[in-house]
Nanobody, 123 residues
Framework: VQLQASGGGLVQAGDSLRLSCQAS????????AAWFRQAPGKEREFVAA????????NYASSVKGRFTISRNIDKNAVYLQTNNLKPEDTAIYYC?????????????????WGQGTQVTVSS
């Protein structure tokens, strides 16, 4: 199974983007799916996560209230709705999944990764 992230682009501050993460085949099994991002010269950081049931969502404080993670089990996809984008949101966004029952917001806890999609926000 491979993950394909898409939906990035060049936008202005205040704009929105919907990022998608599509599995190459189904069913996509995971305990949790997440989005991370990595800006140039910085470490990869956690953005948001959702459990398989969709009953639990977690967000980085920097995006809480602006980003929403969701998933569609039937389509084997995970989404990240990004609203009110800021220049500091500029990064490559990666989707990832984990089968670990206990996981943190560390990239090391996630084992299946997509290739990333670039989000660039101009001021």
């Amino acid at each position: 199974v491979q993950l394909q992230a898409s939906g990035g682009g060049l936008v202005q501050a205040g704009d929105s983007l919907r990022l998608s993460c599509q599995a190459s085949e189904g069913p996509l099994d995971y305990v949790a799916a997440a989005w991370f991002r990595q800006a140039p010269g910085k470490e990869r950081e956690f953005v948001a996560a959702i459990n398989w049931r969709g009953s639990s969502r977690n967000y980085a404080s920097s995006v809480k209230g602006r980003f929403t993670i969701s998933r569609n089990i039937d389509k084997n996809a995970v989404y990240l709705q990004t609203n009110n984008l800021k220049p500091e949101d500029t990064a490559i966004y990666y989707c990832a999944t984990t089968l670990r029952q206990r996981y943190t917001d560390s990239p090391a806890d996630f084992t299946l990764w997509g290739q990333g999609t670039q989000v660039t926000v101009s001021s």
